[in-house]
């Protein structure tokens, strides 16, 4: 009998929300991975402290623009989640790549860098984006891509010779690839970046804690704004390490959203693939530290992360959430925002001499 009402006692116990946690969670840990606590490797580079330092400085470095004023860090802002915190305006914003700016934080989980994906990797996102001609870039339909390659090939030979007239570049650069020849070679700016921004990741975040055990890192609002994430179908397409990043979706699956958040202009992967089914068709962005990262959408069309949960319930999902369903989902994406990198700024090296002339 002492046997029997134990055992049942264990039973009730069990069948409570104790249970409930432990079926969400393993739920859950099928379709999310928590960040690791240690940078990943970039296959085929090692990541040496010379070639860190290296990266670091040309991160925060505006001579590797045509115009020498924008560098990586002007519009991914370390103390602004990684993004530029701005609306997209006509600014470099918009001369750099036509869309809202992606964060660069734990963009190393992503299968691909930017909106449409034609970047493969990160040294391909970087030598691609500052180090390109501003001048060179328009909004045009279908999504902004270089329009002259000649001069974009100029303006890659103009940022080496630039940086060969640096000394202290000279030999950072000798440091970080002592085993060529010619170490100050446009690869190597893309390279070096990459490693950097490789380590900009956010580990630790209320929800990573959860995944591995701990229940109490999610308040009970969270959980059930978990939960709705995976019934109504947001994690189909939002999950994996960085809950999203990893494909692309057509924008407006259920219905079209309003032209301030898809404008007609803007045709999306298409004009990358130029396969009709990839019209209109984004990355997945990832909704790591989400709370930080405003303002939402390709455009920048909202601040308000409510709006945009509501907006991709409707276009996406078919569903009009309630207020109560968008508060607990909010809080659930609360709950994704982790441990910033801690980043002390370079001292970058003086230039001993005239920059080199732009060709007219």
Not at 96 to 118: C, H, P
Not at 140 to 169: C, L, S, W
Not at 276 to 303: Q, W
Not at 332 to 339: A, E, I, K, Q, V
Request: hydrophobic share 40%.
């Amino acid at each position: 009998m002492r046997f029997s009402l134990t055992a049942s006692l264990v039973a009730l116990l069990m069948s409570g929300p104790a249970l409930a946690d432990v079926s969400l969670r393993d739920k859950a840990k099928e379709l999310f991975q928590p960040i690791p606590s240690t940078p990943p490797a970039i296959p085929g580079e090692t990541a040496t402290p010379e070639k860190l330092a290296l990266g670091k400085m040309l991160y925060f470095e505006p001579r590797l623009s045509q115009t020498h004023d924008v560098s990586c860090a002007d519009c991914h802002n370390l103390s602004m989640g990684g993004v530029d915190g701005g609306k997209l305006s006509g600014g470099h914003n918009a001369q750099l790549a036509g869309r809202e700016v992606l964060t660069v934080m734990n963009a190393i989980f992503n299968k691909s860098q930017y909106w449409d994906g034609r970047a493969s990797d990160l040294a391909d996102q970087v030598v691609n984006s500052v180090m390109a001609n501003p001048k060179a870039m328009l909004k045009t339909r279908g999504g902004p891509m270089p329009i002259n390659p000649t001069e974009h090939a100029a303006a890659k030979q103009r940022a080496v010779e630039q940086f060969k007239r640096i000394p202290d570049y000279v030999t950072a650069f000798k440091k970080a690839f002592p085993e060529q020849s010619d170490p100050v070679a446009y690869d190597n700016f893309g390279r070096a970046i990459a490693l950097f921004e490789a380590t900009l990741i956010t580990p630790d975040a209320p929800f990573d804690r959860w995944l591995k055990g701990d229940d109490q890192a999610l308040s009970d609002a969270q959980k059930e704004g978990l939960k709705l994430f995976i019934d109504k179908g947001c994690a189909t397409c939002h999950n994996g390490v960085n809950v999203g990043g990893a494909m692309f979706a057509r924008f407006g699956v259920v219905k079209q959203p309003a032209a301030e958040f898809l404008p007609a202009d803007d045709w999306g992967r298409f004009a990358v693939t130029k396969a009709i089914a990839d019209k209109y068709a984004y990355k997945v962005p990832s909704l790591r530290n989400v709370e930080l990262t405003a303002p939402y959408f390709h455009t920048g069309a909202t601040f308000d992360l409510r709006k945009a949960v509501a907006v991709m319930g409707e276009s996406q999902l078919g569903a009009q959430l309630s207020a109560d369903e968008i508060d607990k989902i909010v809080a659930f994406l609360n709950s994704l925002t982790g441990r910033q990198p801690e980043v002390v700024l370079p001292i970058l090296p003086p230039r001993t001499g005239p920059p080199v002339a732009q060709a007219q």
